[in-house]
């Protein structure tokens, strides 16, 4: 099932979560479920963007100049990811208000 998420949610890391970089890769512990999750070059750059920004639709626009990718095709991908993330426990998720 998949999740709904809005692009005005922020996403920040979860507390039960520590990262650890590794030659611009990254590997996550979920220290409740004691599962480690990696990420590529790719993965870790989108996942702190996501992490850095004060909304997914910020990290969306930033993603969007970055990387050379249709507009709906990242956007689909960056909901799947989210989902993932979230799933995993690995960030949460709150609502963004000015």
Do not use: C, H, W
Not at 9 to 15: D, G, I, M, V
Not at 36 to 48: A, D, L, P, R
């Amino acid at each position: 099932m998949t999740l709904q998420i809005a692009l005005n949610q922020k996403l920040s890391l979860s507390a039960n979560v520590l990262t650890q970089d590794l030659a611009g890769e990254s590997v996550l512990l979920n220290l409740q479920s004691e599962e480690y999750f990696s990420q590529n070059e790719v993965g870790t750059k989108i996942f702190f963007v996501l992490i850095e920004s004060d909304s997914i639709q910020t990290a969306y626009n930033t993603l969007l100049k970055e990387y050379d990718v249709e507009p709906e095709k990242l956007k689909q991908d960056l909901l799947k990811f989210i989902d993932k993330l979230v799933k995993a426990g690995l960030v949460s998720r709150f609502q963004f208000r000015l």
